[in-house]
C-alpha cells in the first residue's frame, strides 16, 4: 500500500481528546519534526516543519522521498544533488551499522545553522527533529572568540598564541628545523600613554595589531602577549626570510600616525630567536626572543636583532 503523508494522520486512531491534545502540542513544537518511512518517504510532519523549511504543504502532501525534500530546500543554499546523496547515504550506512540515534548539522548559506536529531525506530522509521542553532552557535563562537582572542586588538591571545605555536611544533617536527619566534614591543609605550592618555595608547595598539596581522602570512600566528608586547611564531621561515620579515614590520610601524597625534613618533624594537629542532614548546625560544628584544632597546630601540644571524 502507497504510503500518505498528512498532518497527524497516523495519529486519527486516537480519536476525541487525546488526538486533539496531541495534535496541539504537535503543531505548537517549536521545532521541525517529521517521521519518514523505512524507504524515507514521509510519513507525518509537523506545521513547523513546513514553516522551518518554507515548503509548500502540496509539494509534502505528495509524500515525497526524503531526498527531494533535501534537494529542494538545499540546493537553494548551495547544497549540490550530489551532497545530497551523500547526507543520505551517510544516515542510511549508520543505521545498517547499528547506530539508531546520531545527530548531524547544516550550514546554509544564508548563514543559518540546522541541527539534525535523527533516530531510526525498531519499527523501522525515521524520526528527524529540525533545530535551528544559528544564535546558539553564534553564542558558542563569541565565547570562543572571546577565551582566544585579545578584546582590543582582536589578535590572538596568550593562550591561543601558546596553543597554536604547539601545533606548528608538531607539523614542522619532520623538517628537523626550527621556527623563528619574535618577540615585539612598541617603544616608549608607557610614555604615550603618560603624555597622550590610555585611549591615545588603546588607539596605537589597535594600528599596531593591524599592522602585525597584515605583515604575516594566515598560518603563521601572532598574538598579543600583554601590554605593549607582541610575539610571532613563523612557519617553515629560515633566519634570512625571518629577519626581512621583522624587518618589514619594524619599517610599517615606524610610519604609523594616529590621526588626533600626529606628531607622535611611533617605533618598535623585535627580537628573534629560534625553537630548538626537537623542542615541544616554545619557552625556551621565547626568552632567548626577550634578550634579543631587549637588546635591541638597549641599542637605541627601532632595531631588530637577532640571535646567531647570518646575513
Known amino acids: 500500500m502507497a504510503s500518505t503523508s498528512t498532518h497527524f494522520s497516523l495519529l486519527q486512531p486516537e480519536t476525541g481528546e487525546q488526538a486533539s491534545i496531541l495534535q496541539d502540542a504537535m503543531e505548537n513544537m517549536a521545532h521541525g519534526f517529521a517521521v519518514w518511512d523505512r524507504d524515507l518517504n514521509i510519513l507525518l510532519y509537523s506545521r513547523r516543519f513546513l514553516e522551518f523549511w518554507d515548503i509548500d504543504e502540496d509539494f509534502v502532501a505528495a509524500h515525497p ?9 538545499l540546493m537553494e543554499n548551495g547544497v549540490t544533488a550530489e551532497d545530497v546523496d551523500a547526507v543520505i547515504a551517510e544516515r542510511t550506512r549508520l543505521v545498517e551499522e547499528g547506530q539508531t540515534e546520531f545527530t548531524s548539522f547544516i550550514n546554509l548559506a544564508s548563514g543559518r545553522v540546522i541541527e539534525n536529531f535523527v533516530r531510526f525506530t525498531p519499527a523501522g522509521r525515521w524520526v528527524i527533529t529540525y533545530t535551528d542553532i544559528t544564535e546558539r552557535r553564534k553564542a558558542e563562537l563569541e ?20 596553543e597554536r605555536s604547539l601545533q606548528m611544533l608538531s607539523l614542522s617536527a ?3 628545523r626550527g621556527l623563528p619566534v619574535l ?6 609605550f608607557k610614555q604615550v600613554n603618560d603624555d597622550f592618555g590610555h585611549d591615545a595608547g588603546d588607539k ?22 600583554g601590554g605593549e608586547e607582541f610575539a610571532a611564531v613563523l612557519s617553515d621561515t629560515d633566519p634570512d626570510a625571518a629577519y626581512r620579515v621583522a624587518e618589514r614590520i619594524r619599517k610599517a610601524v615606524a610610519t604609523l600616525q594616529l590621526s588626533d597625534q600626529p606628531d607622535l ?14 623542542a615541544t614548546d616554545i619557552d625556551e625560544a621565547l626568552k632567548v626572543a626577550d634578550t634579543q628584544l631587549y637588546l635591541a632597546k638597549e641599542k637605541g630601540r627601532n632595531r631588530v636583532e637577532m640571535v646567531s644571524k647570518n646575513r
Open 65 to 73: 522521498n526524503l531526498r527531494d525534500i533535501l534537494r529542494v530546500v
Open 143 to 162: 565565547l570562543q572568540a572571546a577565551a582566544t582572542t585579545d578584546a582590543l586588538t582582536g589578535l590572538a591571545n596568550r593562550s591561543a598564541f601558546y
Open 174 to 176: 619532520h623538517k628537523r
Open 183 to 188: 618577540m615585539m614591543d612598541i617603544d616608549y
Open 204 to 225: 596605537l595598539l589597535v594600528l599596531v595589531a593591524e599592522t602585525l596581522g597584515a605583515s604575516i602570512r594566515p598560518y603563521d600566528i601572532v598574538a598579543r602577549l
Open 265 to 278: 613618533r611611533i617605533s618598535m624594537s623585535i627580537g628573534i630567536a629560534f625553537t630548538k629542532a626537537d
